[in-house]
């Protein structure tokens, strides 16, 4: 792993999850084909999280980026990053969108795009909580593919209400 790697100490075992695909939906309210995370390998409650993006070769936005030579845009990658820190957001305030809360990507800082993703790739996406005031989270967030950095950033989340 790169030295950005997130380590899982002792002490947090009895407090890892695995959240099933379906529970994904309860944490975010993103939907296809805007839902990009589709596995949530392991989180450590009130720390970090792993998950998984499945890059598949019928992704909408692949035709036009590029043609010919799909790449999986680094936004996306971005946004996945954001959702992945979403889900962890809502299980550390053990609450849903259901309940009228709703969790914005507020900022991101440090962005670097290391390597290209394309088709057929499954990327892992780490998010670990640096902090929390007023209602606004920051994380340290990356994303590999087969143990290599593909994307690092600082995401910042607001939870807010639905109105």
Same mark, same amino acid.
């Given at each position: 792993?790169?030295?950005?790697?997130?380590?899982?100490?002792?002490?947090?075992?009895?407090?890892?999850?695995?959240?099933?695909?379906?529970?994904?939906?309860?944490?975010?309210?993103?939907?296809?084909?805007?839902?990009?995370?589709?596995?949530?390998?392991?989180?450590?409650?009130?720390?970090?999280?792993?998950?998984?993006?499945?890059?598949?070769?019928?992704?909408?936005?692949?035709?036009?980026?590029?043609?010919?030579? !799909?790449?999986?845009?680094?936004? #996306?990658?971005?946004?996945? @990053? *954001?959702?992945?820190? =979403? +889900?962890?957001? &809502?299980?550390?305030?053990?609450?849903?969108?259901?309940?009228?809360?709703?969790?914005?990507?507020?900022?991101?800082?440090?962005?670097?795009?290391?390597?290209?993703?394309? !088709?057929?790739?499954?990327?892992? #996406?780490?998010?670990?909580? @640096? *902090?929390?005031?007023? =209602? +606004?989270?920051? &994380?340290?967030?990356?994303?590999?593919?087969?143990?290599?950095?593909?994307?690092?950033?600082?995401?910042?989340?607001?939870?807010?209400?639905?109105?």
């Amino acid at each position: 792993m790169t030295g950005l790697s997130l380590q899982f100490s002792s002490k947090n075992l009895k407090s890892r999850m695995k959240i099933s695909k379906d529970d994904i939906k309860k944490y975010l309210p993103h939907r296809e084909p805007f839902l990009f995370i589709d596995e949530v390998v392991n989180i450590v409650k009130n720390e970090e999280i792993h998950a998984k993006k499945i890059i598949t070769s019928d992704e909408y936005f692949l035709e036009g980026h590029f043609p010919g030579n !799909p790449i999986f845009p680094g936004v #996306i990658i971005i946004e996945a @990053l *954001g959702q992945a820190s =979403g +889900i962890l957001g &809502f299980v550390i305030m053990d609450k849903t969108p259901e309940e009228g809360s709703i969790y914005v990507l507020a900022g991101v800082d440090k962005v670097r795009f290391r390597k290209r993703i394309r !088709p057929g790739d499954t990327i892992d #996406i780490y998010s670990k909580v @640096l *902090g929390e005031k007023r =209602g +606004i989270w920051k &994380f340290d967030c990356r994303a590999e593919l087969n143990n290599e950095l593909v994307c690092s950033a600082i995401i910042l989340c607001a939870d807010r209400k639905v109105v």
